[in-house]
């Protein structure tokens, strides 16, 4: 049903936007988003569109459906791989399924900081390596920007690694995820992202993880009374179009597209800057407390993870690339 709202949506905005003149003509694509308008993934789509208006002088444009619209992170990655829409904007995780060596993305307790994220995603060769693995499922890599670290909430206090025993939080349906919450002693259960808050307030977690922002649209600080800032995570968000409409365009609209990615993404890593610390207020006000990670238990969390890490070493199958990440 979603694979056709999307097929329609894409139809309609190319009949409605898309004309033709003796000299100019102007397009209209379609970009889909599982996220909130009101979120840094909704922000980073959004800057891409207008960076592509104001680039080509309004002759080209990108409508942009948040909140699932044309379907969930799932069905968009499949509806951009076989070409029904061309541009989607999510997590990396979902995309494993579909690019099984992006699970170097699901490595645990990597960076201590963006600042340090953000020098290995930017540093030469890179994102060209990256791009390969999307390159090769369909897809291009247009920019990565993120949602800054994900974080755990948890109705238990947890200061040391015995606080994670037996704890029942829940993730998303990715092996590594679940792998790396085992790995440190806790309980991993997937449950459908709906479900979520109500999971939480009648017992049925007692945990979760995700950034900050996304704790904060949701309101899980209501029902939950600690955050825990294990930092485990980058939650990375990719900008992604598919391989053969891009390569399809002329070389002027490419490189407006490519780079309307470019400054779009510097946007949306300022916007995750700010928001952070905004939402931690905002968590703070509610009278949720936010404990502190100290650089010992990131160290112990690392450590009880190592099995995972030769695990999707062996995965990625490039030592190089596989280095060039865990080097800082």
Request: aromatic share 8%; proline share 3%; hydrophobic share 40%.
């Amino acid at each position: 049903m979603k694979r056709c709202i999307a097929l329609i949506a894409f139809a309609a905005i190319a009949l409605a936007m898309t004309s033709c003149s003796t000299e100019i003509k102007k397009y209209a694509w379609v970009l889909g988003t599982a996220s909130p308008e009101n979120t840094v993934t909704g922000i980073f789509a959004e800057a891409f569109a207008a960076n592509v208006d104001s680039l080509s002088d309004g002759r080209l444009k990108v409508r942009v459906y948040h909140n699932s619209l044309l379907g969930g992170d799932t069905e968009l990655i499949e509806s951009c791989q076989c070409g029904d829409i061309p541009f989607v904007v999510q997590n990396t995780a979902p995309e494993v399924s579909y690019m099984k060596r992006l699970c170097l993305f699901d490595l645990p307790c990597v960076f201590d900081s963006l600042e340090a994220l953000h020098r290995v995603l930017d540093s030469d060769g890179f994102m060209d390596r990256v791009n390969q693995i999307y390159n090769d499922a369909g897809f291009s890599l247009l920019a990565m920007a993120d949602q800054n670290f994900r974080v755990m909430t948890s109705n238990r206090m947890i200061s040391d690694m015995s606080g994670f025993k037996g704890i029942k939080i829940r993730t998303m349906e990715n092996s590594y995820h679940m792998d790396f919450w085992n790995a440190v002693g806790a309980s991993p259960t997937p449950m459908a992202f709906a479900e979520l808050y109500v999971g939480l307030e009648q017992h049925t977690v007692d945990a979760q993880e995700n950034p900050y922002e996304v704790i904060c649209s949701n309101a899980f600080y209501e029902v939950q009374d600690y955050v825990i800032d294990t930092r485990h995570l980058p939650h990375l968000l990719a900008l992604v179009v598919n391989k053969e409409f891009l390569d399809g365009l002329d070389a002027d609209d490419r490189y407006i597209v490519e780079h309307a990615a470019a400054i779009a993404r510097d946007t949306a890593r300022k916007q995750s800057l700010m928001r952070a610390q905004s939402r931690i207020d905002e968590i703070v006000s509610s009278g949720t407390a936010i404990v502190p990670v100290s650089a010992e238990m990131r160290k112990e969390m690392r450590e009880a993870s190592s099995a995972l890490y030769d695990k999707i070493r062996s995965v990625v199958d490039d030592d190089e690339l596989f280095s060039s990440y865990i080097s800082q």
